[in-house]
């Protein structure tokens, strides 16, 4: 269903009606395309609580396709002014520290284009010394809070980390149109996963891509319930980045996911993922192994707990928790998922926020998000595997469209983009935590949601 609203806002006459109202003012975001890859106008670097540049992340972001400034470049000097500005932060330790925080954003946030970009890099939380923490807690209200007031499609995020070259695929995704739906988040990147296999027989994928275009060519990936909706986007994301994709679906879709597939040179694989034995059907499907799974067919049987019956409750915690957890473990434990491999599974922020309605898929959504933090360190250390979770706000899908007028209405403007999510959206999420060099992001849950209102 298209958003109306949205189209209307994009005329002068919505604009100038709309302003005038004071009614939400939702900017066109800038989407990745082959034509348009990356943002326009320059990266601004700056650098609060600590002097000097750490020259990692000087390297890496020279590698964004954006030209690097430390001004904001004059009028004249470039097309697009600034579309990006990365605030290394990672230094500040106290009240002082926040001070220049606010003395490097202040006079430039002004200047960031439309769909622009600001990106705050933190550091983690120093246990042993209150005033760190303080001062790097504060980094994420500060970010947060300005997410909500910079409005024009533009996006605001934390990145705590311990080194930026771990981090490169994070940045390059954050400073891009890929994430154009993703704002108001902190994402924590670790040092790199390991490279090198402990058994020196276990099949092994390389961690760092050769190729940032083709970042998955050779690799396996499988997307349960990708013959429509959210799975059918991340399908084809992941099939632009060179994986072979297996499309995974329940057989009554079968006839939609050969479409899929073919379309996108990948396989079908009509099977009910609640089936006791999926995980091993998976496997044996897939001989070869593979190398990125990811979890999102999910189901919703809404009703308010006092009137929800038990086969309500049951089918929806089935599909969306248990059957997630039973062929995680059942392809980590056969090796199915080689090292290197990736799990991406799709919480909500209705398992974040809850949701009237939904005690039974906030449930089992929270639960996804449970799994992924508590597995995460361990399929990493054991597997070679990451675990993280996307975690979808509005989405435009015939789900949402389904939704009466009014709530959806709400549901989409109730974010601080004034807008719904696109699939695609949730499918570059999935992408750059399907990356190969994303080995350092583990145990995360990030919302793809606008920044929405819910459980923010
Ligand atoms: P959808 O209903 O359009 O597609 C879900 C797909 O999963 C369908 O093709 C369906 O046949 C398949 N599926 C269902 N049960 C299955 C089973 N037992 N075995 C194999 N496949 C099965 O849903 P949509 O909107 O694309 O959502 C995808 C995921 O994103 C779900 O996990 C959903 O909960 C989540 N999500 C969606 C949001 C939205 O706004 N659309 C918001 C938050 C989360």
Request: glycine letters at 12%.
């Amino acid at each position: 269903m298209a958003d109306r609203y949205l189209s209307f806002t994009g005329t002068a006459p919505g604009r100038f009606l709309s302003r005038r109202l004071g009614l939400p003012q939702p900017a066109a975001l800038r989407r990745w395309s082959p034509q348009r890859p990356s943002l326009d106008g320059a990266l601004l670097r700056l650098t609060a609580g600590k002097s000097g540049l750490d020259p990692d992340l000087a390297s890496v972001l020279s590698r964004t396709g954006l030209e690097v400034a430390e001004a904001v470049p004059a009028a004249s000097a470039g097309a697009f002014g600034v579309a990006a500005v990365v605030l290394d932060a990672s230094g500040v330790r106290d009240v002082d520290g926040l001070g220049e925080v606010h003395a490097a954003l202040h006079p430039v946030v002004r200047s960031v284009a439309a769909s622009g970009r600001v990106v705050v890099l933190g550091a983690p939380l120093d246990a042993g010394d209150h005033h760190q923490a303080a001062a790097q807690q504060a980094l994420e209200g500060f970010t947060r809070s300005l997410g909500k007031e910079i409005g024009r499609g533009r996006t605001v995020n934390l990145v705590r980390l311990t080194d930026a070259s771990a981090a490169e695929s994070t940045l390059r995704f954050l400073l891009s149109p890929r994430s154009a739906y993703v704002s108001g988040q902190v994402i924590h990147v670790g040092a790199d996963a390991p490279t090198v296999p402990t058994a020196p027989t276990a099949p092994t994928v390389p961690t760092a891509p050769g190729d940032w275009d083709r970042p998955l060519a050779g690799r396996t990936a499988l997307v349960t319930g990708g013959a429509r909706g959210i799975g059918e986007a991340v399908a084809e994301t992941l099939a632009r980045d060179g994986a072979h994709v297996v499309v995974l679906d329940v057989p009554a879709a079968e006839a939609d996911a050969r479409r899929v597939a073919e379309r996108l040179g990948g396989t079908a694989l009509p099977l009910d993922i609640t089936a006791a034995d999926a995980g091993e059907r998976i496997a044996a499907a897939l001989p070869d192994g593979l190398d990125v799974l990811i979890h999102n067919a999910g189901i919703t049987r809404d009703r308010r707990l006092v009137n929800m019956p038990a086969e309500r409750w049951d089918s929806v915690l089935e599909v969306n928790l248990a059957s997630v957890l039973r062929t995680t473990d059942a392809l980590l434990a056969s090796g199915a998922l080689r090292r290197g491999g990736r799990i991406v599974a799709t919480a909500s922020i209705a398992g974040l926020a809850g949701n009237a309605g939904q005690t039974n898929y906030g449930a089992s959504k929270a639960g996804v998000a449970g799994m992924v933090r508590a597995l995460a360190p361990r399929a990493l250390a054991e597997h070679g595997v990451t675990v993280n979770a996307v975690a979808p706000g509005f989405i435009e899908t015939k789900m949402t469209a389904a939704v009466p007028l009014f709530i959806r209405e709400a549901g989409r403007r109730m974010n601080s983009l004034a807008q719904g999510g696109l699939p695609v959206d949730v499918a570059e999420t999935t992408a750059w935590l399907a990356h190969p060099a994303s080995g350092a992001v583990n145990g995360q849950v990030v919302r793809v949601c606008g920044q929405s209102l819910l459980g923010a």
